[in-house]
């Protein structure tokens, strides 16, 4: 089993930034990648970002593109996502997800795709 532990969730004003934390552990050997999800309030959740573990190739949604990145620390076992330039509809929860199995790419985007979830970390942003 893989844990997963989020952090950093706060409230902010639209226009700043917040940092995301993902711990790992466990067996995090079998991770083959990660991924960043959120969910708002009557909305289904949506694909935020990924980064595969080793390769570290990331992805990300259109939504948040060009002002969010996600990045791993390999000897913390964590997946950090930095988000700028916020938007009040980035206000959701944000969980973090990993999976032991091998996604194509497209498949990445998916929630279908993880095996493993944290509890979630709730950020708002306010206009």
């Known amino acids: 089993q893989v844990q997963l532990v989020e952090s950093g969730g706060e409230l902010v004003q639209a226009g700043g930034s917040l940092r995301l934390s993902c711990v790992a552990s466990g067996r995090t050997f079998v991770i083959r990648h990660m991924g960043w999800f959120r969910q708002a309030p009557g909305k289904e959740r949506e694909f935020v970002a990924s980064i595969r573990w080793h390769s570290l190739i990331t992805d990300y949604s259109d939504s948040v593109k060009g002002r969010s990145t996600i990045s791993k620390d390999n000897t913390q076992n964590t997946v950090s996502l930095q988000m700028n330039s916020l938007k009040p509809e980035d206000t959701a929860i944000y969980y973090c997800?990993?999976?032991?199995?091998?996604?194509?790419?497209?498949?990445?985007?998916?929630?279908?795709?993880?095996?493993?979830w944290g509890q979630g970390t709730e950020v708002t942003v306010s206009s």
């Open positions: 997800a990993a999976s032991g199995t091998y996604a194509l790419d497209p498949q990445l985007k998916t929630v279908s795709a993880y095996d493993y």
